[in-house]
T-cell receptor, first 110, second 111 residues
Framework: QKEVEQNSGPLSVPEGAIASLNCTYSDRVSQSFFWYRQYSGKSPELIMSIYSNGDKEDGRFTAQLNKASQYVSLLIRDSQPSDSATYLCAVSGGYQKVTFGTGTKLQVIP | DAGVIQSPRHEVTEMGQEVTLRCKPISGHNSLFWYRQTMMRGLELLIYFNNNVPIDDSGMPEDRFSAKMPNASFSTLKIQPSEPRDSAVYFC?????????FGQGTRLTVV
C-alpha cells in the first residue's frame, strides 16, 4: 500500500463548478497535511495546510481532514481555467518527513 | 529570502558521467529533502536531512546515488555513474516546522 494515495485523474469540471480532490494516507501517526499545486514544467507550490480534524477555508479553497478515516480532501469553489494543474497531497510525520501522493490532474473547461 | 536555490537548472550529460546537483535551502530551515519526479512514478522522496543529518535514505534507488549536507546552507546529490533511466526532474525542498518549500528543480537528461 502506498503511503499517500490519490486518483490520478484527469478530473474535468466546467468553469464555475466545484472541484473535489481526494487523498488517503496509511500512517496513522501523520500530523500535518498539505495540498500543493503544480503547473506543467514548474515546481510544486503550497496552497493549503491543515493540522486538525474538520474544515479549513482560504478563499475559494477548502481543505477537509478526517484522521479517523485517514482522509484528506480539497474543494475548489468557482473553478477557473487557471486552476488547471496537478494537485499533490502531502503528509508529514516523524522528523518532518514529507511524503507526496502521485497527484490528481485537474482540467477546468471554459 | 530568495527561497530554495538549485543549480544547475538543466543538465545534459552522457551515460557514465558523474552528475552533481546542488541545493541551498531557505535560511533557518532545519529539514532538507531531495525528490525525483517522473511521469511514471510521480514525486519520489530520495533522502531527507534533519539538522544536517541524513534521517531516511531508503528512497535512494541505488548505490550510484549519494547525498551530503556538510552544513545548514548547502546540500549535494551526486549520481555516479549516471544512466539514461536517471533522466528526471530533481527537486530540493526545505522546511522548518512542517510545510516544505521547493526549489525550481534541475532537469537532468542522460544520453
Amino acid at each position: 500500500q502506498k503511503e499517500v494515495e490519490q486518483n490520478s485523474g484527469p478530473l474535468s469540471v466546467p468553469e464555475g463548478a466545484i472541484a473535489s480532490l481526494n487523498c488517503t494516507y496509511s500512517d496513522r501517526v501523520s500530523q500535518s497535511f498539505f495540498w500543493y499545486r503544480q503547473y506543467s514544467g514548474k515546481s510544486p507550490e503550497l496552497i493549503m495546510s491543515i493540522y486538525s480534524n474538520g474544515d479549513k477555508e482560504d478563499g475559494r479553497f477548502t481543505a477537509q481532514l478526517n484522521k479517523a478515516s485517514q482522509y484528506v480532501s480539497l474543494l475548489i469553489r468557482d473553478s477557473q481555467p487557471s486552476d488547471s494543474a496537478t494537485y499533490l497531497c502531502a503528509v508529514s510525520g516523524g522528523y518532518q518527513k514529507v511524503t507526496f501522493g502521485t497527484g490528481t490532474k485537474l482540467q477546468v473547461i471554459p | 529570502d530568495a527561497g530554495v536555490i538549485q543549480s544547475p537548472r538543466h543538465e545534459v550529460t552522457e551515460m557514465g558521467q558523474e552528475v552533481t546537483l546542488r541545493c541551498k535551502p531557505i535560511s533557518g530551515h532545519n529539514s532538507l529533502f531531495w525528490y525525483r519526479q517522473t511521469m511514471m512514478r510521480g514525486l519520489e522522496l530520495l533522502i531527507y536531512f534533519n539538522n544536517n543529518v541524513p534521517i531516511d535514505d531508503s528512497g535512494m534507488p541505488e548505490d550510484r546515488f549519494s547525498a551530503k549536507m556538510p552544513n545548514a546552507s548547502f546540500s549535494t546529490l551526486k549520481i555516479q555513474p549516471s544512466e539514461p533511466r536517471d533522466s528526471a526532474v530533481y527537486f530540493c525542498a526545505s522546511s522548518n516546522l512542517a510545510e516544505a518549500f521547493f526549489g525550481q528543480g534541475t532537469r537532468l537528461t542522460v544520453v
